[in-house]
């Protein structure tokens, strides 16, 4: 099997969460998931989730936090994790950080950022439910972010800040980059 798309997950416990997490699933359509845990989630929302046929083809893993709260260690582990799925050979990491703890998506969102991984997503809605503010299923909206432009004003300050050292070359170097 050609190892192309793998896809991190955030699943929280909220109410309908799965929903979202099915449209991410089939819009990025990656070959291997990484599932990113609580241990609620993970007795709680992970077998709704894997009940769906499209879910069901899928190979997948489960990595559980020990710390849902604590941003650093999920950035630390989300870091490990993409390093983990390149060596296997993945070309394109996609995080879906719809659903968790807000630690839980600082801490995945920063990790892909620091490790230039392909796209973020977000399942925002055209309509919520009054009561839970959850995103009425049918009325998903992705919010896909490609983080060149994060990357490219990273590389362009470095550039600059040889530069401004009369490090004439390095900076030059970078700026092709």
């Known amino acids: 099997m050609n190892k192309y798309k793998a896809m991190i997950v955030t699943v929280g ?5 799965e929903n979202s997490i099915f449209y991410s699933i089939k ?5 291997y998931i990484v599932f990113l845990l609580t241990k609620e989630s ?41 390093e983990k799925l390149r060596r296997k ?7 879906d950080y719809t659903s968790g703890t807000k630690a839980m998506s ?16 977000y399942i925002s809605g055209r309509k919520r ?12 909206k992705p919010v896909i972010i490609t983080p060149n432009k994060t990357y490219a004003e990273s590389l362009f300050l470095k550039a600059l ?3 401004n050292k009369y490090q004439y070359e390095n900076s030059f170097e970078i700026l092709e980059e």
């Open 13 to 17: 416990t909220g109410e309908g969460i």
């Open 129 to 140: 439910e009054e009561k839970t503010g959850r995103v009425i299923s049918t009325t998903e």
């Open 161 to 163: 800040e040889l530069f």
């Open 42 to 82: 993970k007795n709680k929302k992970l077998p709704i989730i894997l009940e769906k046929d499209f879910i069901k083809s899928k190979k997948y893993e489960k990595s559980i936090l020990k710390e849902p709260e604590d941003f650093e260690e999920i950035s630390h582990t989300c870091e490990s994790i993409i």
């Open 106 to 121: 600082a801490g995945v969102v920063l990790a892909g950022i620091n490790k230039k991984i392909d796209q973020l997503i």
């Open 89 to 95: 050979g993945y070309k394109e990491i996609v995080i």
């Open 27 to 31: 819009l990025a359509n990656p070959d």
